[in-house]
């Protein structure tokens, strides 16, 4: 795969944070969004310090969506949709991936929340109409992505989308975290079921200590 430049937005996150990394240390070129530039300097050189031959910038989420091929979305759902407004002009004929996973939290545990567009994903779509936006990414541990460079083989990267070239790309990409090609699932609509089934996982780690993951049987190999 030839080096992409990639905006990761929420990147002073957990889950920006770890994938910047990965993406990073497979020599693709990234830059670290946030509301605020200080925040993703900071987080910038977190990466840097693990990876100082990497190419590692950071700037406000405006200002690295400019650079940008393919932009990540990784965010809390809450302040979601104000967010893709305002850089939806930025946003025309890029790949945006989006892992974003609206939960809510309660007595019982996590849940998914009732988005009005079906899905974070779509939504994205609805506000940003000429962005090829894909879902994936939403099932794999921040804390795994973070802890070391290993490839996460036993998991699988589930990626949907209606936009065919930009899916195979984000299928691709996937290989940075697991080693392998992701697993196309469809149509963005089935980001529908993407989303929420990580309330499932949250549950699975919570009952059982552990960090789990998704995984396909039954699949060629290798991929």
């Not at 990784?74 to 002009?89: F, K, N």
């Not at 000429?130 to 794999?140: C, K, M, S, Y």
């Not at 392998?180 to 780690?205: F, K, Q, S």
Request: glycine share 10%; net charge negative.
């Amino acid at each position: 795969m030839q080096p992409l430049d990639i905006a990761v937005i929420g990147g002073t996150g957990p889950q920006g944070r770890g994938l910047a990394y990965r993406f990073a240390h497979h020599g693709h070129r990234v830059a670290i969004g946030s509301r605020s530039a200080d925040r993703a300097e900071h987080t910038a050189d977190e990466i840097r310090l693990r990876l100082p031959s990497a190419s590692v910038d950071a700037g406000t989420n405006a200002d690295v969506v400019d650079g940008a091929e393919l932009v990540v979305v990784a965010v809390p759902y809450e302040g979601h949709r104000e967010l893709i407004r305002s850089l939806h002009g930025k946003l025309a004929e890029k790949i945006v991936v989006s892992c974003v996973n609206p939960l809510g939290f309660d007595a019982g545990g996590a849940y998914g929340l009732a988005v009005p567009s079906g899905s974070a994903a779509e939504e994205a779509l609805e506000i940003a109409d000429d962005a090829r936006v894909v879902g994936a990414f939403h099932h794999v541990s921040a804390v795994n992505l973070w802890a070391d460079l290993r490839p996460l083989e036993h998991e699988d990267v589930l990626v949907c989308g209606d936009d065919a070239e930009a899916k195979a790309v984000v299928v691709e990409l996937a290989r940075t975290v697991v080693g392998h090609d992701g697993v196309d699932v469809g149509a963005l609509r089935m980001a529908r079921i993407l989303e929420p089934l990580t309330a499932v996982l949250i549950g699975v780690n919570k009952r059982y200590r552990v960090r789990s993951g998704i995984a396909l049987t039954g699949l060629p190999t290798p991929r």
